[in-house]
């Protein structure tokens, strides 16, 4: 921890977390490399969300410390960007695609000062990156879902960070939406920035993650995509609550078996 | 691509003459009224009021003025945050403090009185997040129960006040309903800083304020002060209902900081607008209050406040452009008229098809017949062609019917529309040929010209539909409007 450069996006220690004395994640150990594109799993209540926030500092861990970059969180903050869960704003809020998106500029600029004429053209350069210039005066209550979360990645793309947490980007969403959004994914991943995704569906998680991170409270395993998405690791974090995984798993690992044969 | 001009909503100049027009009738009535109520004693009244010279009445004007605004702007984040019923119990609290300040001293001093108000509203604002975060109680219970329980304190202290014998006590119980003659020049002072205030405090952070009420989580990552931002609005909210007190009373001052921002949001859906549009309603409902609290001499000004802010909210409801009743309703039947409109133009153009476009005229009889319609409905129908001027009679007797150059037009895009789409239908996404009319009968009076010129590439540009019939293509109808000129 001597160089800041050296550091590690993402380092977290020992990190339990309370809500009402009640564990919702207990000792978690994590180094995040820098371009690594991490699936997160993990059933509902699992802690995928407070570990997302517990990071960012919007809940207090009981125990434990995190590091980005070296650093606790309100140092780094110029570094990390954020896409939260689409159900937690009020779609019918007051502003058009063009104010959200500009809020991804708001922590460049500081308190008080007004946007200028850079931050209108960045925020349509990302605007134009998720193929929504033209919406961009529409109140955001007029988009369908995977338009509203096109909204939110292009204010995450505004932010110009090198980290990045998104609180299931994938969830309803059509598939246009699905396959724009794990493109650009791979698109920031090639240029060296960090993604830390919170992912619901098993079936695709394999195709579209080079890493994975299993949590049910606990760590459960963390690694490359192709040893860690193992019917034994997925039973451990599922339980026996989805038959289907076992057949996800099976149909997967005789893919993959398939692919080895074919490719040499 | 880049510099995009940032549009707005409406159409300005259209607007501005509706607008316009508007007011020149309200004044109109206005003005009426005013020259009948010459000479009665409600007429004097009228003159005294916007005469301006009476100071009372000047002060009363001011205050509803600046308690207007106050409430309307800091409302505004307040509805949009949905936390309406915290402004409810808020106001409800203060009552209490108020009471405790005019004890201190036994008269009524401006500055004790705003102070024990505003620390019972923060002290109500803090029980209700402390039982919040400590117990399992729901917040809309634990706002019920804090709103009454300071409110109840508030009215016994009030009827305590009645009993004792002590000179100031006049005018205590104005705290109810609210009275803006009884406004001391004090309590227009403190009116105006909180105002200052607020006004300052929005717009150096109105960047943060849009972003923490609309995202607080994402704001907190972004660096921003979301708990102190929350706070200090908080604390402009109590300072502001505290001073409003006065003129509106505590039952009903909540009114003030939801109707006018709720009107707005019938109004507008950009953040901006909506500040100032809520400040602006909240003091045209201030204004409202303190005349009509003064024509019928001595009223309570708060309810004829609110009930000023309860009109403004009735007709944006109404007559809202965008989302007011009347005007969707308006919409609709243009947009119907105009369908009805395009049919009739389609059927007409498939008749002068029929002749070979050897004929220009056609006999309402005949459109009758092709439309299995009666003769009447076929003359309703082309006097719709006419109010939009796509056709005019040819005779007095209303027999006969000739497009104009501007019907012929939109005739051939429609059934151009209506072709194409059968044709896209057939060969694209494999329907059936005699499946296709009744889809084509709906899309074609919404189909723009770009989507028709993609269309037209993509079908590799067609000249005849799945039933082959001639497709009338965009250069066809450019030379028929040419030819369409003469008469044959």
Redesign the interface.
């Known amino acids: 921890m001597t160089k800041k450069n050296a550091a590690a996006p993402l380092e977290i220690h020992d990190l339990t977390v309370t809500y009402h004395r009640q564990p919702v994640l207990y000792g978690v150990d994590l180094i995040v490399d820098p371009g690594c594109l991490v699936g997160v799993m993990g059933p509902n209540g699992a802690g995928k969300s407070t570990l997302i926030k517990t990071i960012m500092g919007m809940v207090p861990p009981s125990h434990g410390w995190v590091k980005l970059f070296g650093q606790p969180f309100h140092k780094a903050i110029t570094r990390v960007g954020y896409v939260p869960q689409r159900e937690s704003v009020d779609w019918d809020f007051p502003v058009s695609v063009f104010d959200v998106v500009m809020m991804g500029r708001y922590k460049r600029l500081g308190l008080i000062r007004r946007p200028g004429k850079k931050d209108r053209d960045a925020v349509y350069e990302c605007l134009e990156k998720l193929k929504m210039a033209d919406l961009a005066d529409r109140q955001i209550g007029n988009l369908s879902g995977g338009q509203q979360q096109r909204v939110f990645l292009a204010r995450a793309l505004a932010q110009e960070s090198d980290l990045y947490f998104m609180d299931e980007p994938f969830a309803g969403v059509d598939a246009a939406t699905e396959l724009a959004i794990i493109e650009l994914l791979r698109e920031l991943k090639d240029a060296g920035k960090t993604l830390f995704v919170v992912h619901h569906d098993v079936t695709t998680a394999r195709k579209y993650f080079d890493t994975l991170l299993l949590l049910n409270m606990r760590l459960v395993d963390f690694g490359p995509t192709e040893k860690v998405f193992t019917q034994q690791n997925l039973h451990k974090v599922y339980g026996g609550r989805l038959n289907i995984l076992t057949e996800v798993a099976t149909a997967d690992a005789q893919q993959a078996s398939e692919d080895k044969l074919e490719s040499p | 691509?880049?510099?995009?001009p940032?549009?707005t909503n409406w159409s300005l100049p259209k607007v501005k003459t509706k607008v316009l027009s508007f007011f020149v009738v309200l004044f109109g009535v206005l003005g009426l009224g005013y020259v009948s109520l010459q000479g009665t004693p409600m007429g004097a009244q009228v003159d005294r009021f916007f005469s301006f010279q009476d100071p009372a009445v000047r002060l009363a004007v001011v205050a509803c003025l600046l308690l207007g605004l106050n409430c309307g702007l800091l409302g505004a984040f307040m509805v949009?945050r949905?936390l309406a019923l915290v402004g409810d119990t808020l106001s409800h609290c203060v009552l209490p403090g108020v009471i405790l300040g005019f004890l201190w001293g036994m008269y009524k001093n401006p500055w004790t009185m705003f102070f024990g108000a505003a620390l019972a509203g923060l002290l109500g604002l803090l029980c209700v997040s402390w039982i919040k975060r400590t117990t399992t109680v729901r917040e809309d219970s634990v706002l019920g129960i804090i709103l009454t329980s300071f409110y109840a304190v508030g009215i016994c202290l009030i009827t305590m006040i009645q009993r004792l014998n002590i000179e100031g006590k006049a005018g205590v119980d104005k705290f109810l309903f609210g009275q803006a003659s009884a406004l001391s020049e004090q309590d227009v002072l403190l009116l105006a800083i909180v105002a200052i205030l607020a006004i300052t405090f929005v717009v150096?952070?109105y960047?943060?304020l849009?972003?923490s009420?609309?995202?607080p989580?994402?704001?907190?990552?972004?660096?921003?002060?979301v708990s102190f931002l929350f706070g200090a609005l908080m604390f402009l909210l109590t300072f502001s209902v505290v001073t409003a007190l006065q003129a509106t009373g505590a039952v009903l001052v909540v009114a003030m900081l939801i109707t006018p921002a709720a009107a707005a949001?019938l109004l507008?859906?950009?953040?901006h607008?909506?500040l100032i549009f809520a400040s602006g309603l909240g003091m045209l409902s201030g204004l409202l209050g303190a005349f009509f609290s003064f024509l019928g001499s001595r009223l309570p000004t708060g309810p004829f406040m609110v009930v000023g802010a309860g009109a403004i909210f009735l007709l944006a409801f109404l007559f809202g452009p965008q989302y007011g009743v009347f005007p969707r309703i308006w919409r609709r039947y243009r947009y119907r008229s105009r369908i009805q409109g395009e049919n009739t133009l389609k059927a007409i153009y498939r008749m002068l098809e029929d002749t070979k476009f050897e004929k220009r005229k056609v006999a309402l009889e005949a459109l009758a017949r092709f439309r299995k319609q009666s003769f009447a409905e076929a003359v309703q129908d082309v006097k719709v062609l006419k109010r939009k001027g796509w056709a005019h009679f040819e005779d007095r007797s209303l027999k006969v019917m000739k497009l104009s150059p501007e019907g012929w037009h939109r005739a051939c895009q429609i059934t151009r529309n209506h072709r194409l789409w059968e044709l896209y239908l057939t060969f694209e996404a494999n329907y059936a040929p005699d499946h296709v009319h009744d889809d084509a009968e709906r899309i074609e009076h919404l189909l723009g010209e770009e989507i028709v010129k993609q269309l037209e590439e993509r079908l590799n540009f067609p000249n005849k539909d799945p039933h082959g019939k001639l497709i009338p293509s965009a250069k066809d109808i450019e030379e028929g409007l040419k030819i369409y000129g003469d008469d044959r």
């Open positions: 691509m880049r510099s995009k940032r549009k949009v949905r150096l952070f960047k943060e849009l972003v009420s609309f995202d989580d994402f704001s907190r990552t972004s660096g921003i002060p949001y507008t859906d950009r953040m607008h909506l």
